[in-house]
Nanobody
Framework: QVQLVESGPGLVKPSQTLSLTCTVSGDSITTAFYYWSWIRQPPGGGLEYLGHIFYSGNIYYNPSLGSRISISRDTSKNQFTLQMTSVTSQDTGVYYC?????????????????WGQGTHVTVSS
């Protein structure tokens, strides 16, 4: 059974860069044809899809975030990462990594068959 575990700082200062890592076990992030995604949920808000990295290495970002985010992977460690620059208080929330075999509705929870437990990120000085 696949397991995903997010890790990263719980507190980030405004204007700094947030870096999160998702460590995957029980499956390889290069297994066809899975998408490995980052999703977040602000306090009191709904899920927001941030982007994904396909098993092949292709990457897609939610256009609403512009150039603030980047996703990468380390296949030797079976990890993929999220970096978000110039964070503000609006970036506070719970960040999840998740896996799906189809990405037609990336902002919907039912899209994903496996989730990490989520990591709380607070942006505050």
């Amino acid at each position: 059974q696949v397991q995903l575990v997010e890790s990263g700082p719980g507190l980030v200062k405004p204007s700094q860069t947030l870096s999160l890592t998702c460590t995957v076990s029980g499956d390889s992030i290069t297994t066809a044809f899975y998408y490995w995604s980052w999703i977040r949920q602000p306090p009191g808000g709904g899920l927001e899809y941030l982007g994904h990295i396909f098993y092949s290495g292709n990457i897609y970002y939610n256009p609403s975030l512009g150039s603030r985010i980047s996703i990468s992977r380390d296949t030797s460690k079976n990890q993929f990462t999220l970096q978000m620059t110039s964070v503000t208080s609006q970036d506070t929330g719970v960040y999840y990594c998740a896996r799906t075999g189809q990405i037609s509705s990336p902002g919907r929870s039912y899209t994903y068959d496996s989730w990490g437990q989520g990591t709380h990120v607070t942006v505050s000085s």
